[in-house]
């Protein structure tokens, strides 16, 4: 059975600091590309940022340049988004995605207060 489950999310003030982690299994988690995605309320569902197998290549999106950092530890079969200096336009429902097996997790409520 695959299992993506995140955790980590919650409320917190603008300008904190938040920490999403991906428990995967059921997958060969170390030959997936893995990503985060969000989609907020009345929005198209959007990548956040991607990291390759091996976690020397990622991706992110502009709005997320700099503020916050994927990675990945395929001996734990984990995925992290480190999210710092969040926006109230962060919030979103956050998920984990695998690439090459294509699975989604249930997703993970961020909320950034202004």
């Known amino acids: 059975q695959v299992q993506l489950v995140e955790s980590g999310g919650g409320l917190v003030q603008a300008g904190g600091s938040l920490r999403l982690s991906c428990a995967a299994s059921g997958i060969r988690f170390s030959i997936n590309i893995m990503a985060w995605y969000r989609q907020a309320p009345g929005k198209e569902r959007e990548v956040v940022a991607r990291i390759s197998t091996s976690g020397s290549s990622t991706y992110y999106g502009d709005s997320v340049k700099g503020r916050f950092t994927i990675s990945r530890d395929n001996a734990k079969n984990m995925l992290y988004l480190q999210m710092n200096s969040l926006k109230p336009e962060d919030t979103a429902m956050y998920y984990c995605?695998?690439?090459?097996?294509?699975?989604w997790g249930q997703g993970v409520q961020v909320t950034v207060s202004s």
């Open positions: 995605r695998s690439l090459i097996q294509d699975f």
